[in-house]
């Protein structure tokens, strides 16, 4: 296992550039395989979990190279639908289940272990299933998760909440499913429209993505395309709250701002200006910041991946702010660890509630944090930045999964962030 021991007090500066959006890639993947011809994905991270997908689709027998952010799929010669010998791998990637999409379109069913990620909620997958079925699909969810069909019909689906997972995986299926099918009350995320744009570009005739109603008019074929991911909207509030938090003048390059509004708009709340163009954000930040209180949504509400990060600015705010969890059932228990370097947090019984009251510094000096899931662990990180002394953050395969050369990027830009093996040391 390997943790990170980061020297705190440095002030960042110069610029840092944003890669592919995760949560776009990974079901612009499993959209590539319902064709039998060659996509190539430019702007592609190179992170832990875009591996573990490629190494589940060459395992079925696609073949990939992916090489400098381009990533190129031959799907043609997938020939397994059983991916009952993999559980390991399903078990470590959520989005795994997006290959139950794409079987019940080119292969008319597939079976699935159950899907991994990160221990933040019950992740429940009963709105893709119930959506399978409102297309036709026999659905056996057990141990392993068997989808089956003579053939999708489009049909009308509600969803009873805008799920991201949900919708990008009911429009994999559709794409090929006989007739229209609508998604009602669907997720509005940019990933969401990320997906739809590379699904079109392959001949899927998607309209509405990005507002809450879709309509997908299911065609015979889809061939293969090029396309360029675009970028990540947490990696990019990421890096914008790390500039604030110690207090940096840093430009974020390579970004769409409008995707970063709900942001924005509380690092308004509390003081921090920010300055936008086409495709660069700038923050310049000077404390004192004012606390604030931040509830979780859908987008364009404020991004619940983002939550787990900016508490670092609320926890060196003046006065009390208050964080709701709406999304994930237990996505606040990463406070706890913060303690420990001097945060003072309380989290209420509904452990979907809590209020944090600023203190003057941080202290990580011989402290030792445990990371528990990716976004925590993009917090822990930011508060060792802007603490006293020399603090070891365990367990970072967490966040390897999602951020692309983590610790060179903040380096880059003045911070002392070493990678170590916990083995070695
Ligand atoms: C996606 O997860 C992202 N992951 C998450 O990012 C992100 O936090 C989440 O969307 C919300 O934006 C990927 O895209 C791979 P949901 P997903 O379906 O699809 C409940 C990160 O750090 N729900 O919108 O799992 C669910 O339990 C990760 O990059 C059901 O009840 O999110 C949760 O409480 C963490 N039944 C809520 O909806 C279902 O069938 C939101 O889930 C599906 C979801």
Known sequence: MESYLIEGGH????????????????????AACLSDEVSTIENVPHIQDVYKFIEIIKRIGAKVQF????????????????????????????????????????????????????????????????????????????????VKSSGLKGGDILLEFPSVGATINLMIAASLAKGV?????????????????????????????????????????????????IPDQIETGTYMIAAAATESDIVIKNTIPIHMKSLIDVFKQMGIPVETNEDEIYVMAKRPF??????????????????????VLMILADGQSRIKENIFESRLGYLNELKKIGAKAKIYDDKKTATIDGVNELNGDEVELITPDLRAGAALVIAALVSDGTTRIKDIHYIDRGYEDFEEKLNKLGAKVARLDDEVV
């Open 11 to 30: 002030k960042l500066s110069g610029e840092v550039s944003i890669t592919g959006a995760k949560n776009a890639v990974l079901g612009i993947i499993a």
């Open 67 to 146: 090489n400098n952010n381009v990533l190129r799929i031959d799907p043609k010669g997938i020939n397994q639908t059983d991916c009952s010998d993999q559980a390991y791998n399903f078990n470590k990637l959520r989005a795994s289940y997006y290959l139950l999409g794409t079987f019940l379109g080119r292969f008319n069913g597939g079976k699935v272990p159950r899907p991994g990620g990160c221990a933040i909620g019950d992740r429940k997958i009963n709105l893709h299933l119930d959506g399978f079925r409102q297309l036709g699909a026999k659905v056996d969810d057990n141990v392993m998760i068997t």
């Open 181 to 229: 099918t609508h998604i009602s009350n669907a997720a509005k995320e940019p990933h969401i429209v990320d997906v739809a744009n590379f699904l079109n570009r392959m001949g899927a005739k998607i309209r509405g993505a990005g507002t809450e109603d879709i309509t997908i008019t299911g065609v015979d074929k889809l061939h293969g395309t090029e396309y360029s991911v």
């Open 290 to 311: 004012k606390a604030v209180q931040v509830s979780t949504a859908p987008y364009p509400g404020f991004p619940t991946d983002l939550q787990q990060p900016l508490a």
